[in-house]
């Protein structure tokens, strides 16, 4: 069964520093989205990609965020300058061609972020 | 704003038991609505996915059902196994929206 694999598993990084998530979505997938978790709280959405746009974010995906698609296959997340609030569990998700209607979403195993 | 809440927050039974899981949700015009389990520090697996015109969807020992107008699904689990400990949540995609909004989530022990 197609899977969305995420790189790291884990990273720790140090307050101010810029982080890299990286995710590989299902390959016939059409919608990109991001997603945290702190420890003991919701899942929240940060950011959906369609067409090598954002088509829609939160309150939380400020300036310090962004995404990109830079290859066709590979799918990221920066974060400029951390801080000890970003510390969660990152969530790459895709979904297919009905805007998830159709086919749900697919969700990667995560990437647990350490800012220390 | 779409909040979606589930109870109970825990639960726990022996094995073999039949069990419900609630979820409610405040703004009724949901595209989709779908099940995940999430075990501890690990990603979230997709359960079951009901479209907003569904009345329930069934996997093996697992059936969600839909009531769109009353805000309510159940995620029905037969026959409880301790491979089913894990914590299952609920997430509503809004009409015209492609965000999941997730509630907490019920956090299952079954004990053998």
């Known amino acids: 069964e197609p899977e969305v694999t995420q790189t790291p598993s884990h990273q720790v990084t140090q307050m101010g520093q810029e982080v890299i998530l990286r995710c590989v979505p299902i390959?016939?997938?059409?919608?990109f989205y991001w997603y945290r978790q702190i420890l003991g709280q919701k899942v929240e959405f940060l950011v959906s990609f369609y067409n090598n746009e954002i088509s829609e974010k939160s309150e939380i995906f400020d300036d310090q965020f962004s995404v990109e698609r830079p290859d066709g296959s590979n799918f990221t997340l920066k974060i400029r300058s951390t801080k000890l609030e970003d510390s969660a569990m990152y969530f790459c998700?895709?979904?297919?061609?009905?805007?998830?209607?159709?086919?749900?979403?697919?969700f990667g195993s995560g990437t647990r972020l350490t800012v220390v | 704003k779409q909040e979606v809440t589930q109870i109970p927050a825990a639960l726990s039974v022996p094995e073999g038991e039949n069990l419900v899981l609630n979820c409610s949700f405040t703004?009724?015009?949901?595209?989709?609505l779908q099940w995940f389990r999430q075990d501890p520090g690990k990603g979230l697996t997709s359960l079951l996915l009901?479209?907003?015109?569904?009345r329930e969807q069934t996997s093996g020992r697992l059936n969600a059902s839909l009531d769109k107008s009353s805000g309510r699904s159940t995620l029905y689990i037969a026959a409880s196994q301790p491979g089913d400990s894990a914590t299952y949540l609920c997430?509503?995609?809004?009409?015209?929206?492609?965000?999941?909004?997730f509630g907490t989530g019920t956090r299952l022990l079954v004990s053998p």
């Open positions: 009901i479209q907003s015109s569904q």
């Open positions: 703004d009724s015009a949901i595209y989709n």
């Open positions: 390959s016939n997938h059409l919608y």
């Open positions: 998700a895709s979904s297919g061609t009905g805007k998830g209607a159709n086919y749900g979403y697919t």
């Open positions: 997430a509503v995609m809004n009409t015209g929206f492609q965000k999941l909004v």
